[in-house]
């Protein structure tokens, strides 16, 4: 049986979806490029808040995510632009929570999963891991992994 791939537009739904992302042209078909034009411009701070509501995070969880401080995710206007650097860790972790809702089927167990310790990685909770790059990387090689059906 030849395994469901996510499609890429779904995908792309998704992140203008989480993280209020008005579209201003057609769904490019290239996802990474229109992240990338996305994260060079500049999320907005209600995105952060919008990933917050869709994703089931608390303030605080996504405020370590992101390594900024909950005073501050308080004190910003919804429309202040945000560095690069958050902008891309936000887009990161909305691709990750769709891929992991696709692979669950189901948000919830999802973050469940997220919660838990998880023998494949070093009996860290996958949570724990994704406040960098490389643990989104390794979360989401886990959940390819289960999507696959290969245990480790």
């Not at 792309?12 to 579209?23: G, S």
């Not at 887009?91 to 929570?97: H, I, K, P």
């Amino acid at each position: 049986m030849i395994p469901k791939l996510i499609d890429p537009s779904d995908e792309q739904d998704t992140v203008f979806k989480w993280l209020d992302i008005k579209r201003k042209t057609p769904r490019p078909t290239n996802s990474s490029f229109a992240y990338m034009r996305i994260i060079k411009g500049g999320l907005k701070s209600k995105s952060i808040k919008s990933f917050i509501k869709h994703s089931n995070l608390t303030q605080k969880q996504v405020s370590r995510l992101i390594h900024i401080s909950e005073r501050t995710l308080q004190r910003n206007a919804p429309e202040k632009v945000i560095n690069i650097g958050i902008s891309e860790k936000l887009v990161e972790l909305t691709r990750l929570f769709h891929k992991g809702i696709k692979v669950f089927n189901d948000k919830e167990k999802f973050n469940t999963w997220l919660f838990r310790p998880n023998k494949s990685l070093e009996d860290q909770k996958p949570i724990e891991l994704i406040e960098t790059s490389l643990g989104i990387d390794l979360v989401f090689d886990e959940l390819l992994k289960i999507e696959h059906g290969v245990f480790s």
